[in-house]
Every structure is written in structure tokens, then in C-alpha cells.
């Protein structure tokens, strides 16, 4: 199976096993898209482009206030979260959740996430 399909099917069990995310995507720190199950009305080059400038943004902030190294990029909206963690090296998981979602469930299935990520990468 090649490995961008291996990746597709990573994030769909992540999405089939956490009724709260409801997208998905594996971004290169570039900025480029690299495996997605965004909803067809989103457009995947201007969310890769704005994932990979907030983590650029939030690894400048990181840095200047002397927090180490950025783990995590979290945006709280009315209609819910947008979260971001680091997954393989120069890789960031992306995933979209509705304003229910209980984030400490939504992190750990990320951390599984990234764990079989690394695996394919």
C-alpha cells in the first residue's frame, strides 16, 4: 500500500474513532499538503498554508518568551477548535473538532495518531 494511502487511512480511523474530530490533515512544515480528509469545501493549499504560518508564528513566539520548543498550536472558536501538534519530524497533524469536544481526549488520540504516522513516514 503506498504510504500516502497508509496516511489517508490513519487519519479516517482517527476521525471514525473520535466522533468530536471531524477533519483531518498531515501537513508538511512547508506548508504543503501531504494527506487529508478535509471536507470538500475546504480548500487544502489555504489550510496548508495557514497551518504551516501559525506554527511558524507560534514556534517565533515560543522561542521569544522562552517556552522551548512549540508542542502544540490550539485555536478555540465558536464552532470549535482547530488543533495542531507535531507529528513526524517536519510534519504537523491538523484536526478540526466541533466546540463539544473534550480536549483531552482529542490529544491523546492524536499522540496514537502520530505514533502510527511516524511509522508510515
Not at 513566539?61 to 517536519?90: F, K, S
Amino acid at each position: 500500500m503506498a504510504r500516502v494511502q497508509e496516511l489517508n487511512n490513519i487519519l479516517r480511523a482517527l476521525q471514525s474513532g473520535t466522533p468530536d474530530i471531524e477533519a483531518s490533515a498531515l501537513i508538511s512544515e512547508d506548508g504543503l499538503m501531504i494527506a487529508s480528509a478535509l471536507p470538500q469545501h475546504i480548500e487544502e493549499m489555504r489550510v496548508a498554508g495557514m497551518s504551516s504560518t501559525l506554527l511558524s508564528l507560534g514556534t517565533r513566539a515560543a522561542t521569544e518568551l522562552e517556552r522551548g520548543d512549540v508542542q502544540q498550536v490550539l485555536i478555540r472558536g465558536d464552532q470549535g477548535y482547530t488543533v495542531m501538534v507535531r507529528a513526524a519530524p517536519g510534519t504537523v497533524l491538523l484536526v478540526l473538532t466541533s466546540a463539544e469536544a473534550k480536549l483531552g481526549l482529542i490529544f491523546l488520540d492524536m499522540g496514537r495518531a502520530v505514533k502510527e504516522i511516524c511509522k508510515v513516514i
